[in-house]
């Protein structure tokens, strides 16, 4: 399936964790890059944590550093997003993108052409 499936979603306490997990396939072309974004309420969409399915190289943004990881699993064609030490600021909706690598393209150098319908983050404290 082209279109990213988010899952793993859901409420938590701060200081807790959740992992996501992103599975799509079948993209038209070997570089592929799968990428997380997130969304709160009345803000602009942030872009959270990349990764290149091939090379392995990783994107993550200053604000998730130490805390995020993404991985990714190519027998399941899916990418996962560990989120540990969440605080309410990491609140959202999160959404899970897939592209072809473009250098150029900040800030993970890929360009997305298929997004999935996000899944919901809630962390209280």
């Known amino acids: 399936q082209v279109q990213p499936v988010e899952s793993g979603g859901g409420s938590v306490q701060a200081g807790g964790s959740l992992r996501l997990s992103c599975t799509g396939s079948?993209?038209?072309?070997?570089?592929?890059?799968m990428g997380w974004f997130r969304q709160a309420l009345g803000k602009e969409r942030e872009a959270v944590a990349g990764?290149?399915?091939?090379?392995?190289?990783?994107y993550l943004s200053d604000s998730v550093k130490g805390r995020f990881t993404i991985s990714q699993d190519n027998a399941k064609n899916t990418v996962y997003l560990q989120m540990n030490s969440l605080t309410p600021e990491d609140s959202g909706t999160y959404y899970c993108?897939?592209?072809?690598?473009?250098?150029?393209?900040?800030?993970?150098?890929?360009?997305?052409?298929?997004w999935g319908q996000g899944t919901q983050v809630s962390v209280f404290s």
């Open positions: 079948g993209y038209p072309h070997s570089d592929v890059c």
């Open positions: 990764v290149y399915i091939g090379s392995h190289i990783k």
């Open positions: 993108a897939a592209g072809r690598i473009a250098p150029p393209i900040d800030p993970m150098g890929c360009d997305f052409g298929w």
